[in-house]
């Protein structure tokens, strides 16, 4: 397998779900659960779902034919526009300092969402870092997904407030209601790492030129969430120092769910993390249904492992779902990608 950088150059806005008021909120990423779920849509739609089946299957054995990350913001450089930078997610575990350090520089710390691939290997790493240098790494971190700023002209993503109206079918009497939305700024956008294995590369890129002509997130009905993808490229030098990272650390950039046999590994393996519940309905190529699936906890991007661990597909199937209409089992994604690969 070879992994790969890709880049979503969307269109218009697009919506990722968040929890808040209603639809008056929305997140910047999606996770790599939501993006393997859309993909596998996609490829059913393609190639039907014979496809969708091989493709679980084959991950299930332990040989995914694609491994996919969350999706994280990149952008231009403020000081530096020609130059594009990628935003990876703060690991969860502190950084190499002296206790003295860290108590000083807690809550700057703990503000910092996102690092560039080059300080993101120097935090996971077993290099002591001096107070200036995690001062330079805060203060860099801040040029990082910034909201558009109409003053300066500079600036990754603006958040938006829809309006929409809701007509009573008997009444027609009027609700005003909101929908948030994020729109990027040119030059700016999404991007994922995808480990895959050289027999799929033309089957991925073609799912995912199709999933841009079909959307990805909510609210595609109104043209949200089309993209055209850039890649599957090599990653270039920048992202080196934590390819190559000798740290005995390993950040997670996917949800992460673990197989049986990994479960009793979990205490030694992580040393930093946090989870997140996934519920929601069931979607079946491009038809939606009114059946739950059901609920289970991932671990997080951004959450570091002392070993890496592969993870799996987890099963959400509906209870009774043959009696209720539903033909096939219904899995979302928990394989890992960490880096440094193991």
């Not at 008021?21 to 993909?39: H, P, Q, R, V």
């Not at 130059?83 to 002296?98: I, V």
């Not at 990653?235 to 996917?254: K, N, T, V």
């Not at 597909?313 to 043959?322: K, S």
Request: hydrophobic letters at 40%.
């Amino acid at each position: 397998m070879n992994l790969y950088l890709f880049r979503l150059n969307f269109q218009g806005p697009v919506r990722f779900g968040a929890s808040g008021i209603g639809l008056e909120e929305t997140s910047l990423t999606l996770d790599s659960d939501g993006l393997a779920s859309a993909f596998l849509n996609a490829l059913a739609v393609q190639e039907g779902p014979a496809a969708v089946a091989g493709f679980i299957n084959e991950s299930l054995d332990g040989k995914p034919p694609a491994v996919f990350s969350s999706l994280f913001p990149f952008g231009p450089d403020a000081d530096n526009p020609k130059a594009t930078l990628y935003a990876l997610p703060r690991p969860l575990a502190a950084p190499p300092a002296a206790p003295e350090v860290l108590r000083g520089l807690g809550k700057d710390l703990k503000k910092v969402r996102w690092l560039t691939p080059q300080d993101a290997a120097r935090w996971l790493g077993e290099a002591e870092l001096s107070k200036d240098e995690l001062e330079t790494i805060t203060q860099y971190a801040r040029k990082l997904a910034r909201p558009w700023d109409d003053e300066a002209r500079q600036g990754w993503f603006a958040e938006e407030l829809r309006p929409r109206v809701a007509l009573d079918r008997d009444t027609q009497s009027s609700n005003l209601w909101a929908c948030a939305a994020v729109r990027f700024a040119p030059g700016a956008g999404l991007y994922g790492l995808v480990n895959l294995r050289d027999d799929w590369r033309d089957r991925w890129l073609g799912a995912m030129r199709l999933l841009g002509e079909m959307g990805l997130g909510g609210e595609r009905t109104y043209g949200f969430g089309e993209f055209q993808i850039a890649g599957p490229e090599s990653l270039d030098e920048s992202w080196q120092p934590l390819l190559a990272g000798r740290s005995r650390r390993f950040l997670l950039l996917s949800t992460y769910f673990p197989a049986s046999g990994e479960k009793p590994l979990l205490s030694e393996a992580l040393e930093a993390w946090d989870a997140v519940e996934r519920r929601g309905y069931v979607v079946s190529g491009r038809h939606a249904t009114t059946l739950k699936r059901k609920r289970l906890r991932f671990l997080v991007p951004g959450s570091v492992f002392t070993r890496p661990l592969a993870g799996t597909f987890a099963d959400v199937t509906p209870n009774n779902h043959t009696a209720l209409g539903l033909a096939h089992r219904v899995y979302r994604c928990g394989l890992a990608l960490h880096l440094p690969l193991p």
